[in-house]
């Protein structure tokens, strides 16, 4: 692939190593060991390109306990067509391919993090494919199967995600979203699936292990369920 298909490579191998997350060992990313380093680099090397925080670098529980759990239970995606909702590192996209996805696409608005899924997927030697556009401005999709790993950090981001979720479950796909406890997770529209102990760090999280449940989303039209095969 050409070089310019990747501009930010270098500063992406510049400020990771390529490890296991705790939760997924069969998977290697490009993970930050240390958080003030590409922290102080994302600062100061790629302020003056307007992009965001570097939240791609960090498995975060809900996307490692999303994979873990796909990785357990491979007939979930097992001949599906997935999409990785704002997947950051694309750790469950990657899971989902793993695990025999007929194909995989990976959602993020994050030019930097669309980079890192691509180097990611290269790395477990997985073919997953990259949208960087709004994904929630998506009349109807495609996909069987639709993960999403922590994305009810903020308000505004539930706001326009969960009801776009809502309507790809109600449309007949199953919606798998994972949360680690965070405060504007919906209270309603949730099914519990699963739970899963994911150790984490001090450095990006307020405890070393985070409780992670993994909810389908009810779309309101019967169980929507997918059954092992």
Same mark, same amino acid.
């Given at each position: 692939m050409a070089a310019d298909a990747y501009p930010h490579?270098?500063? @992406?191998?510049a400020n990771t190593e %390529?490890? &296991?997350?705790?939760?997924?060992?069969e998977i290697r990313l490009h993970l930050a060991t240390a958080i003030t380093p590409i922290w102080l680099a994302s600062e100061t090397e790629m302020h003056l390109q307007n %992009?965001?925080?570097p939240y791609w670098a960090f498995a975060w529980a809900g996307g490692q306990g999303l994979a873990r759990h796909i990785l357990d239970s491979p007939w979930i995606?097992?001949?599906r067509r997935v999409l990785d909702f704002a997947a950051g590192s694309g750790i469950a996209g990657i899971a989902a391919a793993l695990a025999g996805a007929a194909s995989v696409e990976a959602s993020d608005l994050d030019l930097v993090a669309a980079e890192a899924i691509e180097l990611n997927a290269e790395a477990n030697g997985v073919a997953i494919s990259v949208r960087r556009?709004?994904?929630?401005?998506?009349i109807s999709g495609n996909w069987e199967v639709?993960? &999403?790993?922590?994305?009810?950090?903020e308000a505004a981001m539930t706001e326009r995600c969960f009801p776009w979720l809502q309507r790809l479950a109600a449309e007949g796909a199953m919606v798998l979203l994972a949360d680690p406890? *965070? &405060?504007? %997770?919906?209270?309603?529209?949730?099914i519990r699936l699963a739970e899963y102990a994911? &150790?984490?760090? *001090? /450095? @990006? /999280?307020? *405890?070393?292990?985070? /409780?992670?449940? @993994?909810?389908r989303v009810d779309g309101g039209r019967g169980d929507g369920s997918i059954s092992p095969g």
């Open positions: 490579r270098d500063f @992406i191998q %390529l490890v &296991a997350p705790p939760g997924c060992p %992009l965001p925080p995606v097992r001949g556009d709004d994904v929630t401005e998506v639709v993960l &999403a790993g922590d994305v009810c950090y406890g *965070r &405060a504007y %997770l919906p209270s309603s529209g949730l994911i &150790a984490t760090s *001090r /450095e @990006i /999280e307020d *405890r070393d292990v985070r /409780e992670t449940v @993994i909810y």
